[in-house]
């Protein structure tokens, strides 16, 4: 199954992103970033579903929160940077 990991700047933010995306009715999952696409440091994340992107952008828009990057997660481990 495919899903998105929406790469946030802070724990605190990605609290917010799943928070925003909850209370849209999306399903988000918080963890930390997988070190292939970590970078630099510690990060987190939020899990989405490949259906829900479209809409989950458009509400951490709204709610001024900004992914510092979005990753496709292939099957077999791989990821794949979204261009926003």
Same mark, same amino acid.
Not at 3 to 17: E, G, N, V, W
């Given at each position: 199954?495919?899903?998105?990991?929406?790469?946030?700047?802070?724990?605190?933010?990605? +609290? !917010?992103?799943?928070?925003?995306?909850?209370?849209?009715?999306?399903? &988000?999952? $918080? %963890?930390?970033?997988?070190?292939?696409? *970590?970078?630099?440091?510690?990060?987190?994340?939020?899990?989405?579903? +490949? !259906?829900?992107?479209?809409?989950?952008?458009?509400?951490?828009?709204? &709610?001024? $929160? %900004?992914?510092?990057?979005?990753?496709? *997660?292939?099957?077999?481990?791989?990821?794949?940077?979204?261009?926003?």
């Amino acid at each position: 199954m495919l899903y998105y990991l929406i790469i946030c700047r802070s724990l605190t933010y990605a +609290q !917010r992103t799943a928070a925003a995306l909850g209370r849209a009715g999306i399903s &988000a999952y $918080l %963890f930390r970033t997988p070190r292939q696409i *970590a970078g630099e440091g510690c990060s987190h994340c939020v899990k989405i579903r +490949q !259906r829900d992107l479209e809409d989950a952008l458009a509400v951490l828009r709204r &709610a001024d $929160l %900004f992914p510092k990057r979005v990753f496709l *997660a292939q099957d077999g481990g791989g990821y794949q940077e979204v261009g926003l």
